[in-house]
Antibody, heavy 119, light 110 residues
């Protein structure tokens, strides 16, 4: 059974840092494109970042470029999002989602982890 | 800045049919944008419904179908059920380096 479980969210002050994790099971995450998607309270979905299979390409939304870094640890079958210089507008539930990029196919999502940026 | 536009809200009667659309500010939506559709209910994570324009996942009920319609991606629900009341989002892939979600459509079944 495919599962994605996010962790690492919490309350952080503006300018602070946080590292989110997404533990994958039931499949080998390095064989897929993995994405981070966020949702601010009461708002819609926003794509944040993608890392393609074998880490060939990495992409970021303009809103997080230069501040966030996506990575993965194949040995742990895990995806990460290092978030630096956090702002109030980064407050959101962060989801990881699996994508088969060659098919244009998003399929499995995690349950999300809440990040709150506030003083 | 690329904008993907959906109807903010739609209402449908149980058993009826409704079509949600997804438009791109860059022009006509084609299969090359690999449109995906997602359903999200309050307090839940999004659930994938349709990928690459018109392909259902194994868990997607047959009453959900995807297509291209008049230069937009479209999601049609036929024989709507009360449990279909939810927010629906489309996602377009602009060459892999940029993915953009629509603003979402709140579907009310009344």
């Amino acid at each position: 059974e495919v599962q994605l479980v996010e962790s690492g969210g919490g309350l952080v002050k503006p300018g602070g840092s946080l590292r989110l994790s997404c533990a994958a099971s039931g499949f080998t995450s390095s064989s897929y494109t993995m994405n981070w998607v966020r949702q601010a309270p009461g708002k819609g979905l926003e794509w944040v970042s993608s890392i393609t299979s074998s880490d060939t390409y990495i992409y970021y939304a303009d809103s997080v470029k230069g501040r966030f870094t996506i990575s993965r640890d194949n040995a742990k079958n895990s995806l990460y999002l290092q978030m630096n210089s956090l702002r109030a507008e980064d407050t959101a539930v962060y989801y990881c989602a699996r994508e088969h990029r060659g098919l244009g196919r998003f399929d499995y999502w995690g349950q999300g982890t809440l990040v709150t940026v506030s003083s | 800045q690329t904008v993907v536009t959906q109807e903010p809200s739609l209402t449908v009667s149980p058993g009826g049919t409704v079509t949600l659309t997804c438009a791109s500010s860059t022009g006509a939506v084609t299969s090359g944008y690999y449109p995906n559709w997602f359903q999200q209910k309050p307090g839940q994570a999004p659930r994938s419904l349709i990928y690459s324009t018109d392909n259902r996942h194994s868990w997607t009920p047959a009453r959900f179908s995807g297509s291209l319609l008049g230069g937009k991606a479209a999601l049609t629900l036929s024989g709507v059920q009360p449990e279909d009341e939810a927010e629906y989002y489309c996602l377009l892939n602009y060459g892999g380096a940029q993915l953009v979600f629509g603003g979402g459509t709140q579907l009310t079944v009344l």
